[in-house]
C-alpha cells in the first residue's frame, strides 16, 4: 500500500493552522513567563504539544483526502476508516499527554494545552472570515 502525497488543500490548511499554533504557542509561553511560571520544561512541553497538534491535523486533512477518493459504494469502509484514524490519533494524544506528565523535564499542562490550538486557528479563520464554516 503506497503513500499518497498530500493534495494542495491539505498542505495550504495544515500550513495556516501551524501558523495559528506557532502564535498561539508564544502567546502562551508570555503568559507563563507573565505569571514566572516559564521553565523549559514548559517550552518543551508546550513545543511538543503543539507538534503534535499540527501533526494530528495534517493526518486528519491526510484521512479526509483519503476517504474523499473512494467510490460511494464504499461508504462503510470510509466510515470506519474515519473513525479508526480519529482513534488512533486520540489514543497517540493521550499517550503524549500521559509521557509529558510523567517525565520530569516535561510539563504536562503545557504539553496538553496547545493541543486545543487548532480550533481556537479555525474559529479565528471563521470569524474573521477567512474560511467558511462547513
Known amino acids: 500500500m503506497g ?4 493534495q494542495e488543500t491539505v498542505v495550504r490548511e495544515t500550513r495556516r493552522i501551524a ?5 498561539l504557542l508564544a502567546v502562551m ?4 513567563a507573565i505569571i514566572g ?3 523549559l520544561a514548559v517550552v518543551l512541553g508546550g513545543v511538543i504539544g503543539g507538534g503534535y497538534a499540527v501533526f ?3 493526518m486528519l486533512g491526510m ?3 483519503k476517504i474523499a477518493g473512494m467510490k460511494e459504494e464504499n461508504e462503510e469502509l470510509a466510515r470506519m476508516q474515519m473513525r479508526s484514524s480519529y482513534n488512533m490519533r486520540m489514543v497517540g494524544m493521550l499517550i503524549l499527554i500521559v ?4 517525565l520530569p523535564f516535561l510539563d504536562g499542562l503545557a504539553c496538553m494545552i496547545p493541543m486545543v490550538f487548532p480550533r481556537l486557528t479555525i474559529l479565528a479563520l ?3 472570515g477567512k474560511v467558511k464554516d462547513q
Do not use: S
Open 3 to 6: 503513500h499518497e502525497k498530500p
Open 19 to 23: 501558523v495559528g499554533e506557532g502564535i
Open 29 to 32: 509561553l508570555i503568559v507563563y
Open 37 to 39: 511560571r516559564l521553565t
Open 56 to 58: 494530528n491535523f495534517f
Open 63 to 65: 484521512t479526509v483526502q
Open 99 to 102: 509521557i509529558a506528565f510523567a
Open 126 to 128: 471563521q470569524v474573521t
